[in-house]
């Protein structure tokens, strides 16, 4: 039974890859919607 509490335990705990790739995924998706945005800002919206 203590084997099977510390295995427990361990896996409630967050997992670092885990968290360093979501943070890259949500990065990129950042940078990306500030590329667009600046690009219309730039190019689009002094047209008007």
Do not use: C, Q
């Not at 084997?3 to 705990?13: G, L, T």
């Not at 670092?16 to 590329?35: G, R």
């Amino acid at each position: 039974m203590g084997r099977h509490d510390e295995f427990e335990r361990k896996d409630k705990r967050s997992d670092p890859s885990k968290v360093a790739a979501t943070f890259i995924k949500y990065a990129a998706y950042i940078i990306i919607l500030v590329i667009i945005i600046w690009f219309l800002i730039n190019y689009i919206l002094p047209m008007f």
